[in-house]
């Protein structure tokens, strides 16, 4: 006669384990939320910055306008250039933005050059 063991071990049947399973369903839930956590940070120090234009004081001078954004209470730091008709860096210079209420900011930096600059403009932006 054929008990019932016999029967779940020809055919395969065995008791379902359901730690193993909740255990994976823990651990991958935590690593999306961290994931989602990590995007949430990055998009809360993200600084973006918009070219507003260059006047061209002197040879050796470029004064740069432009705006950033979405920095509200956080200290910024931007690199801004100026550059010459082949698109060269002819001077650059690190601008200290204090922390501001507001959620854009228009500014305007004084850039010193080694020799005639055609444009300037801001490189990068990044909360310090």
């Known amino acids: 006669m054929t008990t019932a063991q016999q029967l779940d ?3 395969g049947r065995t008791r379902r384990r359901r730690a193993p399973w909740i255990v994976l369903i823990a651990v991958a839930a935590l690593l999306v939320g961290a994931f989602g956590w990590s995007i949430v ?6 600084v973006d910055s918009d070219d507003l234009g260059f006047d061209l004081v002197d040879e050796h001078t470029v004064d740069v306008r432009f705006q950033i954004t979405g920095a509200q209470g956080k200290d910024v730091v931007c690199v801004v250039e100026a ?4 698109f060269g860096v ?8 204090p922390a501001s209420d507001a959620h854009a900011q228009a500014l305007s930096a004084t850039v010193p050059t080694v020799s005639a600059a055609t444009t300037g403009l801001v490189n990068s932006c990044w909360v310090a």
């Open 9 to 11: 071990d020809r055919y």
């Open 83 to 86: 550059l010459d008709e082949e």
């Open 90 to 97: 002819v001077g650059w210079k690190v601008v200290e933005i």
């Open 41 to 46: 940070t990055e998009q809360m120090n993200n």
